[in-house]
């Protein structure tokens, strides 16, 4: 049975796609199978920039493709139809690529919605992407500003617990990573101090802190031909610096993932 | 009456509540009598950016602020009693605003919602952030991999375009402003390529780019403390060189809004 990796973050812009998709390759790369479900059936990021490089490939570049799929929200107008529909749909899909991947990989909208619960509840791994930002750090939870003590949790964090509480039910556990995205050379002194504050963060609502992603414009360039600079190399063009630094922090989120071996 | 000031993407971390926040200082800088509604009930960053301002000025700070509201999305079951409930307490507030405010600046959520449908069909003028990025483009246009032409509107420009249509009803016009936000100053080729695109853009769906916001951690490094860099220089402490641009972006921004004079 795969394992369920979702990228959440009711926070918008703060990455997941863009983790999503860099994972995809790395775990490609690896030789697992894998496969992907869009939980944002609007903007479609994830599954767009995989059209790319379904596009690339069918053209004749030597890419590996995961399988994927979106899961659209109901159209029914009845709210407990709607996600009596949303919860078939999903349990469809995800039930079938379990059964014949290693990794399935759920990318969840920025914004609060059934279906992005119930990708919550059913996690093995939960990876959360944030800015290196108080803006960001304030979904998850409510800091002081003159002492920056934890007054309390914030929403998103309220999310997860819950969700979690509902794993536990079926005797499941989430392994919730947290980690900064578009993270700056020259920042610092707010580097250090939402540092600060996730590490104690990290204690109190039990999520683990794990290395990110730097900004690189190298991580948003490749969208539109589907690549990402894992694929760089291969074709044989010298990299740059900042795309060779790019695809060791990819490595190093794998890695800091814990999966269960390759082939097992 | 008021001129009305909505941030809109539904791209979600694009900038609509940072702009915001440092357009209601600035404004607020020029003497004139700012307002804003905030459509986002769930995160409210830009209320809670304000109420760390008010507690700051209660604190004694010397700070000018402005009224500020949330509208909540609407609790009733029934699809359409929930949209009459949504329009009803929206315009309640926004009528009270206008009439006793210069500028009422509303920001929308990083997601669809009637809310936000109903704020774009209000706006005199609509100011769009976006990263300097082909993702956060896809959700204006569909660009070609190949040669970057422009293969047709996407989701949020076709949102734009019905809520355009629906203003013209009743003899408003909306003067539509896209600027890039978070722009780096090291990725020159991908730069000029989303300039390339954005400038076609522009002229085909009838929009007009703006100067916008580079990535400087001063624009979140304040939030917790309700302050910008435009309140920084009056305590007489000194700035950093990326403060005193970051004023300047600011200003410039202000100044393509091309508002009515101060005081009329
Ligand atoms: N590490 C990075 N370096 C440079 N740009 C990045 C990085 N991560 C994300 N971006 C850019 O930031 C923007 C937001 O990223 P992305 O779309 O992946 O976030 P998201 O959380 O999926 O957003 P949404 O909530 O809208 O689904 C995009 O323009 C993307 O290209
Ligand atoms: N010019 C900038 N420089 C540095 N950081 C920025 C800048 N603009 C925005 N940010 C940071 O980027 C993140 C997203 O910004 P913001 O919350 O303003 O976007 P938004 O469009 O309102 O998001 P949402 O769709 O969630 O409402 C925040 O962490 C914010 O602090
Ligand atoms: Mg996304
Ligand atoms: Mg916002």
Redesign the interface.
Known sequence: RAHIIVLGN?????GK??SAMHLVVALLEQGRRVATIDLDG??R?LT??LE?RA??AAEGANLLLPSYAVVTRSEI?D?HGAQADERQRFLSVLEDYVGRHDVVIIDC????SFLSRLAHGCADTLLTPM?D???DL??IAR?D?DDHSILGPS?YAELVWEMRKRRALTGGTVDWLVMRN?V?H??A??KR?VSEVLARLAKRIGFRVVAGLS?R?TY??L????LTMLDLGRTGSSLTMSEVAARQEVRTLVASLDLPPVGR
């Open positions: 009711e926070k918008g812009g703060s796609s863009t609007r903007q990021t767009r920039y790319n596009r690339a107008a709210f909208p920025g914004s609060d800015n930002s108080f803006i304030d979904l800091v500003p929403l578009r700056g020259l920042d002194r707010n101090r900004e414009v948003r360039e969208f539109l031909q589907g």
